[in-house]
């Protein structure tokens, strides 16, 4: 099998859905040339049948993205998909995404719907969307949630009908990484036809399980990945693009598989997507968090100036950001205060390091944070009271 992981970034869809004001079209240019730049295999950019914004905006990215493949979505209905093929036109090659549910809730009541009927719908949706582009894909909405004898049912078919990668979405983030891992054994196990098309996991995050779930899937052969950058989409968000990225590049010798991201723009796009999505980025989120790559206890701090491996599994430098910090805090040890004012361009004969320790640790007491000016105020009042 494959050891590389498609990634598919469903940013300026799945993300872009869950966004209080929609993005202009320019700011979602921007924002697909950054996740150009970022190194992903496609990117789905929208849902054009929605609104004459949203194909617009599909049209422009696909007159101008070159190194990625440029995705629109579809329901499983014809008008959808000929909007997507228009939208589309203008890339060298294009895939579109066709959907529909498949578990007993969203088919009874979200469909209204025999099993069978929308069967046929996938099908059909399918072989139609092949007219436009030999790259379709299909979704089964809600796969998670489907019985097991469905979903094999309706991956075969699809695939039958010319679906050439086949997504099952963990739509509400209901799965178990084991047993998400499961589903996609039994396909590979039970779909006499799956090695023609590539399996995809699309993991919602309501459980907080969207990355494992990803991951999992990747072990039982799953080889496409949909992400958004810092994780944003409906609800609690979809799987984080970045976190399964450093995943499969920290951990590649024991998982065997890699993808394309470019790393070092990881940092870079992720401010990006923050700031036009109007979206923060949890100070603890892993990988672009505030404070992903520093360090406040003085524990921590002494044992990362001997060596940085110490607290750190990977560099801020390989996603983008350009160093480690420490925090200055009541809990950083004289260590640390040596190191910064010898950052800061101060010799050992500047100060004297016991009375320069206790101000600061009187200030990091009653401030929390101490920052360089801070220490710098203190080596100077320290002066100025020698010299009255
Ligand atoms: O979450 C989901 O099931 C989706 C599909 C349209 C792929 O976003
Ligand atoms: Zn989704």
Redo the contacts with the bound molecule.
Sequence with gaps: MDNQVIIFDTTLR?GEQALNASLSVNEKLQIAQAIERLGVDIMEVGFPVSSPGDFESVQKIAQTVKNSRVCA?ARAVEADIKACADALKPADQFRIHT?ISTSDVHVQHKLKKEFTDVEAMAVHAVKYARQFTDDVEF?C??AGRTPIDNLCRMVEKAIDAGATTV?I?D?VGYTLPFEFQGIIEQLFNRVPNIDKAVISV?C?NDLGLAVANSMAAVQAGARQIECTVNGIGERAGNCSLEEVAMIMKTRESLLNVHTNINHHEIARTSKMVSTLCNMPVQPNKAIVGGNAFSHSSGIHQDGMLKASNTYEIMTPESVGISKTKLNLTSRSGRHVIKHRMETLGYKDTDYVLDDLYADFLALADKKGQVFDDDLEAILFNKQQQEAD
């Design positions: 799945d979505l959907f979704s909405e809600d997504n979405p739509t699309h919602h």
